[in-house]
């Protein structure tokens, strides 16, 4: 890099590009850098920045574009705006074969662009960034494919040729992610029908289904409600979310929620009886609470297909949150949630 790109080169850096680029090297140095403790660092971080985007709804939702070049540099693009990981660089692909390429002195976050200091070792954040990125536009743009970083013969997932750095990406078939998709739909399916099959033999009124008056609890931490179809969630629907969540070995949970968020019956599993004590009640105990956390407000008042979201819940754990709008007489009433693992 000459010394007039040098200067060009730190106009654009700003503290966050010099941050990071200093955390690699001294890491790299310190001989704590490895791929065991970036690849899981990294997609907890891009689950994150998923999250945000979301957020923000800055979040691109691609539903049925074809998967070419001109959509990944506009995905890319997209990113770039927000994160400026690279001042340049380029990208091509379809729906089986992704690859990125950038030249060394592009990177924005790389000690070898920004001090010009070569890591030997070709281990970047990129690839996983970019893999668990893609993966969820995808998957929100209802195509059921995972995308999987290739890994390079010296064990890597970026190869360098030159002076420039590439990762490749494999587009494959997520048969997994398909069926619990289906596992989604069957449960949205067997609400509705349970909601039609209680309001026509008069176990429940429609009026009552739609009430939305929620009651506190006493002595209840965390603050608890009720409604006129708590008790019919607990005897009718319990046992569908139940049901479906038995049938897939990652599902952590299978719940109802109407519009606001309000959950009157959780799993069995989650609904023990109250102890008193928080700690054991807010695992033990997760029934009749309202999540109107961004995650939980999202879910419940979607009306896509479905929408996939990055989950830290309340209890420390982060997972995944895939939600479907369950309807009453055909209209929106809330959302079967479906919380799991990757």
Same mark, same amino acid.
Not at 58 to 65: E, N, S
Not at 181 to 192: D, H, N, P, S, Y
């Given at each position: 890099?000459?010394?007039?790109?040098?200067?060009?080169?730190?106009?654009?850096?700003?503290?966050?590009?010099?941050?990071?680029?200093?955390?690699?090297?001294?890491?790299?140095?310190?001989?704590?850098?490895?791929?065991?403790?970036?690849?899981?660092?990294?997609?907890?971080?891009?689950?994150?920045?998923?999250?945000?985007k979301m957020q923000m709804g800055?979040?691109?939702?691609?539903?049925?574009?074809q998967l070419n070049t001109q959509?990944?540099?506009?995905?890319?693009?997209?990113?770039?705006?927000?994160?400026?990981?690279?001042?340049?660089?380029?990208?091509?692909?379809?729906?089986?074969?992704?690859?990125?390429?950038?030249?060394?002195?592009?990177?924005?976050?790389?000690?070898?662009?920004?001090?010009?200091?070569?890591?030997?070792?070709?281990?970047?954040?990129?690839?996983?960034?970019?893999?668990?990125?893609?993966?969820?536009?995808?998957?929100?743009?209802?195509?059921?494919?995972?995308?999987?970083?290739?890994?390079?013969?010296?064990?890597?997932?970026?190869?360098?040729?030159?002076?420039?750095?590439?990762?490749?990406?494999?587009? *494959?078939?997520?048969? %997994?992610?398909? @069926?619990? &998709? #289906? $596992?989604?739909?069957?449960?949205?399916?067997?609400?509705?029908?349970? !909601?039609?099959?209680?309001?026509?033999?008069?176990?429940?009124?429609?009026?009552?289904?739609?009430?939305?008056?929620?009651?506190?609890?006493?002595?209840?931490?965390?603050?608890?409600?009720?409604?006129?179809?708590?008790?019919?969630?607990?005897?009718?629907?319990?046992?569908?979310?139940?049901?479906?969540?038995?049938?897939?070995?990652?599902?952590?949970?299978?719940?109802?929620?109407?519009?606001?968020?309000?959950?009157?019956?959780?799993?069995?599993?989650?609904?023990?009886?109250?102890?008193?004590?928080?700690?054991?009640?807010?695992?033990?105990?997760?029934?009749?609470?309202?999540?109107?956390?961004?995650?939980?407000?999202?879910?419940?008042?979607?009306?896509?297909?479905?929408?996939?979201?990055?989950?830290?819940?309340?209890?420390? *754990?982060?997972?995944? %949150?895939?939600? @479907?709008? &369950? #309807? $009453?007489?055909?209209?929106?009433?809330?959302?079967?949630?479906?919380? !799991?693992?990757?």
């Open positions: 890099m000459s010394e007039k790109d040098k200067q060009e080169r730190l106009k654009k850096l700003d503290g966050a590009h010099l941050l990071w680029a200093s955390t690699m090297g001294a890491t790299f140095d310190l001989g704590i850098m490895s791929k065991a403790m970036l690849v899981p660092s990294m997609k907890t971080a891009s689950q994150r920045l998923v999250r945000h800055t979040f691109p939702f691609i539903d049925g574009r959509l990944y540099k506009e995905l890319l693009d997209d990113l770039n705006e927000f994160m400026f990981f690279a001042d340049g660089y380029e990208i091509e692909g379809d729906d089986k074969h992704i690859i990125f390429k950038v030249h060394k002195d592009k990177c924005m976050y790389c000690p070898t662009g920004v001090g010009g200091a070569l890591l030997g070792t070709t281990i970047c954040p990129y690839p996983v960034l970019f893999s668990v990125y893609l993966d969820m536009v995808l998957k929100n743009g209802f195509f059921y494919k995972s995308v999987n970083m290739i890994k390079q013969p010296d064990g890597s997932y970026m190869k360098r040729e030159g002076d420039f750095d590439i990762i490749e990406f494999d587009l *494959v078939d997520d048969n %997994d992610f398909l @069926s619990i &998709v #289906k $596992l989604l739909e069957e449960g949205v399916a067997k609400i509705e029908d349970a !909601f039609k099959k209680a309001i026509e033999s008069g176990d429940i009124t429609e009026e009552d289904l739609w009430d939305r008056n929620y009651i506190e609890v006493p002595n209840t931490n965390p603050q608890k409600y009720r409604t006129k179809f708590t008790d019919f969630a607990k005897k009718y629907i319990q046992p569908i979310e139940d049901e479906i969540l038995e049938k897939h070995r990652k599902f952590v949970f299978v719940v109802l929620v109407d519009d606001n968020g309000y959950l009157p019956s959780h799993n069995s599993k989650y609904d023990k009886p109250l102890t008193g004590d928080y700690k054991k009640d807010l695992l033990g105990n997760r029934s009749m609470r309202i999540f109107n956390d961004f995650t939980g407000l999202t879910a419940a008042r979607n009306t896509r297909k479905y929408i996939l979201q990055p989950y830290p819940r309340d209890v420390g *754990v982060l997972m995944f %949150d895939i939600s @479907s709008e &369950v #309807k $009453l007489s055909g209209k929106h009433w809330g959302a079967l949630r479906i919380g !799991f693992k990757l």
